[in-house]
């Protein structure tokens, strides 16, 4: 009897240890922190790497609870916002879960390819570098905000990125470019232009018809956006050596569109460039308050420029 006694409080002792790691966190007052899952690691590393980070008390608890549970098929690798405030059961929830750490990245209409690549070295993403490369994503990496999982790989980003773009230009939009003979290529490409140029929608619509009515007899465009693309420089003033610069995305120098678009821009700016206003003006400029004045002649226009130009 004494000793069916003290089995039972051995049992009960073990129990009460048991729930006691398993349930009961390291330390309730713990801070947050990033932990990474490596793929392809054993329940037994991610034990070991949460003892020696401070997460958890004893990583043979943490073993036995995943073993237990008959759950270590189902660790997901990633970066988790863990704390030593959390119990055991809960870190093993998340793992199981794959509930990693998210990140807000938000990407304003109009930045081109070198806005976004520094934006993500200075976030400490990724080195500015490996986005320069991809100038073929220019114009389609979609801007809008993002919920990405922390860690994730640039090509994971990238794609989140332009599946937003395929979803923001519908089918009904395609049709619509193809009836009009030209290629989503061109429209995103003119709709670069736009939301770098001017501001509102309707301003949009009617360069939209400027630049429509000027590659329609062969008149060079005279984009000032194309030029600070290429001369990088973060100001609107250009210079008539600017302008002689040869370059494919030079619209004074060459007529036509440049060889593509010129900055990421926004489902208006591309709507605009599809339904652009069709109009009479040939020309346009742009105010210090952010106005659209546009001109029928280049008489106006020049008396334009003396007026709001100074």
């Known amino acids: 009897m004494k000793k069916l006694l003290i089995t039972i409080l051995f049992f009960c002792l073990l129990i009460l240890i048991l729930v006691q790691g398993f349930y009961f966190p390291k330390n309730p007052q713990g801070q947050e922190q990033f932990f990474l899952v490596k793929k392809g690691e054993s329940v037994f590393q991610i034990g070991q790497n949460l003892e020696e980070r401070g997460f958890i008390k004893n990583k043979y608890l943490f073993d036995l609870y995943i073993l237990a549970s008959g759950k270590q098929s189902k660790l997901q690798a990633g970066e988790y916002a863990l704390s030593s405030s959390m119990n055991i059961s809960k870190i093993s929830q998340k793992f199981i879960s794959g509930n990693i750490a998210k990140e807000i990245i938000t990407i304003p209409e109009g930045w081109n390819l070198r806005d976004i690549a520094w934006y993500f070295e200075n976030k400490g993403m990724f080195q500015a570098e490996e986005l320069y490369e991809m100038t073929e994503l220019e114009g389609y990496l979609f801007p809008d905000t993002y919920e990405i999982s922390k860690g994730a790989s640039l090509q994971e980003i990238i794609k989140k990125m332009t599946d937003n773009f395929n979803e923001k230009v519908t089918p009904e939009l395609r049709e619509d470019i193809q009836k009009q003979g030209k290629t989503v290529s061109e429209i995103v490409t003119i709709a670069s232009l736009l939301e770098k140029e001017v501001q509102t929608l309707q301003d949009k619509k009617m360069v ?9 007899v062969g008149m060079p465009l005279q984009v000032d956006a194309t030029i600070t693309y290429i001369t990088k420089k973060q100001t609107t003033g250009i210079s008539k050596e600017d302008t002689q610069i040869d370059s494919p995305y030079n619209t004074y120098r060459y007529a036509g569109l ?8 926004g489902i208006e700016s591309i709507k605009a460039a599809i339904y652009p206003d069709i109009n009479s003006h040939w020309y346009y400029l742009s105010t210090s308050e952010g106005e659209t004045i546009f001109s029928k002649t280049l008489e106006e226009h020049n008396i334009a420029k003396a007026k709001y130009l100074k």
């Open 258 to 265: 440049p060889l593509g678009p010129i900055c990421n821009p």
């Open 208 to 216: 939209a018809g400027v630049l429509l009515n000027r590659l329609q």
